[in-house]
Nanobody, 121 residues
Framework: QVQLMESGGDSVQAGGSLRLSCTAS?????MGWFRQAAGEERKAVAT??????TTVADSVKGRFTISRDNKNTLYLQMNNLEPEDTALYYC???????????????????RGQGTQVTVSS
């Protein structure tokens, strides 16, 4: 079992920055951030595996950076935030290496409860 605890969500103005954190109860090889805006599907934001190989959604490329430390914490640095980034952000983790499934939230066995990010114009 892997338990996940997300933090860092907040309300900010457009152009601001936030850093989300997700602490896992034990090491997970594949981890990712997903988000769901009101009335929309949940979508992958960024994923990272144990080799630090990453995927980043086109909508946030150049503004968001995913990283992880050598223990059990996943980060999402979000810069130049836009109102369209408003969503509930979820962390997901899996003990095996990332595969073709890495962009699908429901493919992960371990999923957080979400942290709210609200960006006002």
């Amino acid at each position: 079992q892997v338990q996940l605890m997300e933090s860092g969500g907040d309300s900010v103005q457009a152009g601001g920055s936030l850093r989300l954190s997700c602490t896992a109860s034990r090491y997970a090889r594949c981890m990712g951030w997903f988000r769901q805006a009101a009335g929309e599907e949940r979508k992958a934001v960024a994923t990272i595996d144990s080799d630090k190989d990453t995927t980043v959604a086109d909508s946030v490329k150049g503004r968001f950076t995913i990283s992880r430390d050598n223990k059990n914490t996943l980060y999402l640095q979000m810069n130049n935030l836009e109102p369209e980034d408003t969503a509930l952000y979820y962390c997901a983790a899996e003990t095996i290496q990332c595969g073709h499934w890495r962009l699908r939230f429901n493919a992960y066995n371990y999923r957080g409860q979400g942290t709210q990010v609200t960006v006002s114009s």
